[in-house]
């Protein structure tokens, strides 16, 4: 399972990714009181945010798939990876929704499908609750 956590990691990265990158585009097409929405301060702290998180969650992912790759015991990084990764996929997700407005439910745009999609990360190789308790669990020697 612990590889699985690791490519869950990767794919929820993957997906928060590509919800970033289309609420970005929006951000700078949509306009409200004359200038693109990209301009307004709330959407600026949501698209640092999204940055700053992504990237922490890469390299998360990174750590895990490095630690595996060295032969070193890999239980606690991959589930530290992938508990991050889908919290952080779900968050992304969900303001990349906001951006949108009510395009974010419609199927035209893609941040629909992309949050339908990331849901099951946070369940498949075990729920962040799970991965709370074996870091937990590895953390504690028990």
């Known amino acids: 399972m612990d590889g ?3 490519a869950i990691g990767a794919l929820s990265v993957g997906l ?3 919800a970033y990158e289309a609420a ?3 951000a700078k097409e949509r306009k409200t009181f ?3 929405i990209a301009e307004h301060q709330a959407i ?3 698209i640092a945010n999204m940055a700053t998180t992504i990237e922490a969650a890469r390299w998360l992912v990174y750590r895990a798939a490095w630690t595996r790759d060295q032969g070193e015991p890999f239980i606690q990084s991959p589930a530290q990876a992938k508990l991050f ?3 952080m996929a779900k968050k992304v997700c969900f303001d990349a929704i906001q951006i949108h407005g009510g395009y974010g439910y419609s199927r035209e745009y893609p941040v629909e499908r992309i949050y339908r999609d990331n849901r099951l990360m946070s369940i498949g190789e075990g729920t962040s609750e799970i991965q709370r ?7 504690l020697e028990l």
């Open 44 to 46: 600026q702290e949501k």
């Open 16 to 18: 928060a990714q590509a």
């Open 85 to 87: 990764a889908t919290e």
């Open 24 to 26: 970005v585009a929006y």
């Open 4 to 6: 699985g956590r690791i």
């Open 133 to 139: 308790m074996v870091i937990a669990r590895n953390v």
């Open 34 to 36: 004359g200038k693109p």
